[in-house]
């Protein structure tokens, strides 16, 4: 198992649309649990392996407390979506930022597991919405693309200055506390 590094925005490799999944192999299943490694690491509930670089149609989830819920969606598709609300989400690419997202507070969603079995899940509240979130990365889509472009430019300017003073003082971004404050994958 190894730790990945996590992309931030706005790194344009975040832009990327993730290709579908077609082969289910050894590498996968060590891809997986390497990015549930790396989730859990963060810390974060959720990961989609757009943030790690790997343009593929795969994400990661555990929205429990004690990390005994763990999820992961292949090639994901939505079926259904319902209950409109309004929740409050961050992203480990988007490190120390959180707003308020609009999103369905129920999906219904088909995918298939880590051997290329096809599964359907429903899912409700924070599990619905991450699920989103995470899927909107596949699609080269972050939380903050919801927010007014004021508040966006801000979230991108405060992000560069904080990478510029992290360079300057020789600290890797791995080592640095902001991670630890997510939202949605917190
Ligand atoms: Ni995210």
Known sequence: MALLDILEYPDPRLRNRAEP???????????????????YAAPGIGLA???????????????????????????????????????????L?????????????????RAQDQHGITFERELSGLEAVCLQHEMDHLDGKLFVDYLS?????????????????RASRGVSPATTADKAAVGVER
């Open 21 to 39: 999944i077609t082969v289910f192999d050894a590498v996968l299943v060590k891809r997986v649990k390497d990015m549930f490694e790396t989730m």
């Open 93 to 109: 690419s988007v490190p120390g930022y959180f707003d308020d997202v609009e999103r369905a507070q129920y999906v219904k969603v």
């Open 149 to 165: 472009l004021l508040k966006r430019d801000r979230v991108r300017r405060k992000l560069e200055k904080e990478r510029k003073d």
């Open 49 to 91: 392996a757009t943030q790690v670089n790997v343009h593929q149609r795969l994400l990661v989830m555990d929205v429990s407390q004690d990390r005994s819920a763990p999820m992961v969606f292949i090639n994901p598709e939505i079926l259904e979506r319902r209950e409109v609300g309004v929740m409050e989400e961050g992203c």
